[in-house]
């Protein structure tokens, strides 16, 4: 390493094979390209992510004037770094907002940067953070196939809720009561199904957003489930078909208790919906004895083994699934409200078969974040 300055962080590229320290997380493990300049511009650190990104190993741009070693220049072919003159432009500067720049054979890469400056405003260290353009294109795509998604969705009900509007508005006397009240019910479930559908997004982009308010309050768990097993009994299901368990004393549990019936709620419901035979629900201390696991689970075909992670993808529906009216949204929206209480969802197969669906979340505090 040609470098006069001995490297802060020393080249842990990947040529050099050597992990994280046992303290855990170093330069390398970050998924962003991150370059460090010292005082003198010279390069103090290159992250295995940069070393990727820009395909120039660590050890040969450590010690560097970073300017040599990341050549970037703009769309227009300008040198960005006499465009940004790091070291001698405005000492009042502390950063620069993420853009598109080049690397001399072409790539594109998404650059934020920041300086920390001395008591007096020179530049002690400039960090420069490289993101690869390719990631950013994905989750355009992702996005736009999201739209489209979504536009379908929206779509097949208004149709449906069109077609037959236009039809008993053109030959309303030609049906009697009994067609007419068919027409209108499935024009009601249609709209019904239009209305979830822009609820479930809302809550799907407050999720992204990370954007989900918790009210937390001292939840009797087992009481919310009882509540929602009430509620489909109420709405015509058998009584027979739940089964409800509590095993043990849980901690005093502060959660959300609106998210909490909707998790629970999405769990019955797939049960009922998805799976068959019995809808069995335990409400049990977690492992730890620090918050409390719920479990419910069907005795139906349950859920492959290949499609246990993507369950919980947004519009993943099984065989059948678009079949018996669901969005896909469900699942997501769950994983999401319980990881918003600091707790994790996971999918298995049950001892008899069927699905078991089976979160953990932990106790809370008033003003618990996690
Ligand atoms: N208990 C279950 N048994 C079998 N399959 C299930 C169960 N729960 C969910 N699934 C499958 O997972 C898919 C996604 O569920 P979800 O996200 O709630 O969407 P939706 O219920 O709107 O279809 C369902 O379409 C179904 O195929
Ligand atoms: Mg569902």
Redesign the pocket.
């Known amino acids: 390493m040609g470098g006069e300055e001995s490297p802060l962080v020393a080249a842990r590229g990947p040529e050099t094979g050597s992990g994280p320290g046992p303290e855990g997380s170093g330069p390398d493990d970050l998924p962003d390209g991150l370059m460090v300049a010292g005082r003198d511009a010279r390069v103090v650190v290159f992250n295995a992510a940069a070393a990727r990104i820009t395909g120039i190993p660590a050890g040969s741009a450590l010690g560097r004037d970073f300017r040599d070693v990341l050549p970037l220049h703009d769309a227009e072919g300008r040198d960005w770094w006499k465009c940004l003159a790091p070291y001698d432009g405005l000492s009042t500067r502390t950063r620069h907002p993420e853009r598109v720049l080049f690397l001399p054979g072409g790539t594109e890469v998404l650059v934020t940067a920041a300086y920390r400056r001395d008591a007096d405003r020179r530049v002690e260290r400039f960090t420069v953070c490289l993101r690869d353009a390719l990631h950013r294109a994905r989750q355009e795509r992702d996005r736009a196939d999201l739209v489209s998604t979504v536009a379908h969705e929206l779509r097949s009900p208004l149709t449906s809720v069109k077609g037959f509007t236009a039809t008993l508005l053109a030959k309303w006397h030609r049906f009697n009561d009994d067609q007419k009240r068919v027409m209108l019910e499935t024009v009601n479930a249609d709209a019904d199904r239009v209305t979830r559908l822009i609820t479930e997004l809302l809550d799907v982009s407050r999720i992204e957003a990370g954007r989900l308010e918790m009210r937390r309050q001292v939840v009797d768990l087992p009481e919310e489930v009882r509540k929602v097993i009430a509620g489909r009994v109420a709405a015509g299901e058998p009584e027979d078909r739940f089964r409800f368990e509590t095993r043990g004393e849980l901690p005093e549990m502060w959660l959300d208790p609106d998210k909490m019936d909707q998790i629970l709620g999405?769990?019955v419901?797939?049960?009922v919906?998805?799976?068959?035979g019995t809808v069995t629900i335990v409400v049990e201390p977690d492992a730890h004895k620090e918050g409390a696991a719920v479990s419910?689970?069907?005795e139906?075909?349950?859920?492959p083994p290949e499609?246990a992670q993507r369950?919980?993808r947004q519009?993943?529906?099984?065989?059948?699934?678009?079949r018996?009216?669901?969005?896909?949204?469900?699942?997501?929206?769950?994983k999401g409200l319980v990881e918003a209480h600091g707790g994790v969802i996971t999918?298995r197969r049950a001892p008899g078969g069927?699905?078991e669906?089976r979160f953990t979340v932990p106790a809370g505090a008033p003003n618990y974040a996690g």
């Open positions: 999405n769990l419901e797939n049960a919906r998805h799976g068959a419910v689970r069907d139906g075909e349950g859920i499609a369950v919980f519009f993943w529906r099984g065989p059948g699934g678009s018996r009216g669901g969005t896909g949204l469900g699942l997501y929206i769950v999918v069927g699905a669906f």
